[in-house]
């Protein structure tokens, strides 16, 4: 079976790994530091935290803009859950916004019709590696004094008029988990170029010690160890050769694949990073999808759905009264969407088999 999603990790990640057990220092030692150095560095940020996932790191960051109880904050509608749980967590109100059919990202035209005077902040996803709007989304942030929370977690290494995503908003917020373009297992970074927020952000992660046993604020464990940050430091050197190839990959399938079906869209301004492949299928494709999915598992391509429900359509949200016909768009795609292998470890072959077997649906 071709897995949909697969790590790439081997010898600097082990040799990395290795040094920090022969080392004792398991916490609290170089390698973070290392790692949050070479992270702000990548993504040109002045700061760099890390922490023990990417709901974390959005978690932190809406504490450390001081997002609380009666506070709205702007999320997209397709996305992965955390997204709007992160604001949940502040006892704060997500309110979903509809997103671009083409790219999948929040649509900036929506966003205006949702902000109230309680809005306080937007989360914009880049999306299966795809960055968002972000210079709309930027400017309608400054017209109304909103914070700006980029969820990078599909999209390390994508940018935006040539400038590395994680850099545009008062925060960006990562994960590594295993599936993604790089890991650390689990794992999460905020970057940030604002002082205060960075400081805080330290707080948060470390007990909200000032110094050591003098706690100043209400802080929690949410450190990263320095195992997590080995393979992170390895990892983030072959990020954009990892990338290279899921791009690669991307185009390769973009090019021969020629059933009815919709390859990804990607605006001219942007650099894709492909976390996902997520084609769509409409009236016009021979096979319904889960009969799709079938059809591939049976030759041997693993496929998911990303994802299956808009978020304000998920039990979690429809108990808590959110209106059920809302952000059409988001809703369409998750009855249409369905994502192939693209990541770095999908050979040649693979690629040739995935079209054929695709080009020969009937
Ligand atoms: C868009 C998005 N945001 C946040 C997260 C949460 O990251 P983690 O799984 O590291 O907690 C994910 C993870 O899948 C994600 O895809």
Known sequence: MIPIARPQVGDPEIENVVHVLRSGMLAGGRFVNDFEGAFADYTGTTYAVATTSGTVALDIALKALGIENGDEVVVPDFTFNATANAVLFQDAKPVFTDVERDTFCIDPNDVLEKISPRTKAIIGVH????????????????????????????????????????????????????????????????????????????????????????????????????????????QLGRLDEFNRKRIGNAEYLNSHLDAPLKTPYKKDNIKHVYHQYVIKIGEEFPMMRDEFIRYLSDNGIGSAVHYPLPVHRQPLYQEMGYERDQCRCATRLSETVISLPVHPLVTDGDLKHICSIINGVS
Do not use: W
């Open 127 to 234: 999306l299966f590696g795809h960055p968002f709007e972000l210079s709309a989304i930027q400017d309608i942030c400054e017209d109304h004094q909103l914070a700006l929370i980029e969820d990078c977690a599909q999209a390390h290494g994508a940018e935006y008029t040539g400038r590395t995503v994680g850099s545009f908003g008062t925060v960006g917020c990562f994960s590594f988990y295993a599936t993604k373009n790089m890991t650390t297992g689990e794992g999460g970074m905020v970057t940030t170029d604002d002082p205060e927020i960075g400081e805080r952000l330290r707080l948060l992660i470390n007990h909200g010690q000032s110094r050591k046993y003098s706690h100043t604020t209400l802080g929690y464990n949410y450190r990263m160890t320095d195992i997590q940050a080995a393979i992170g430091v390895a």
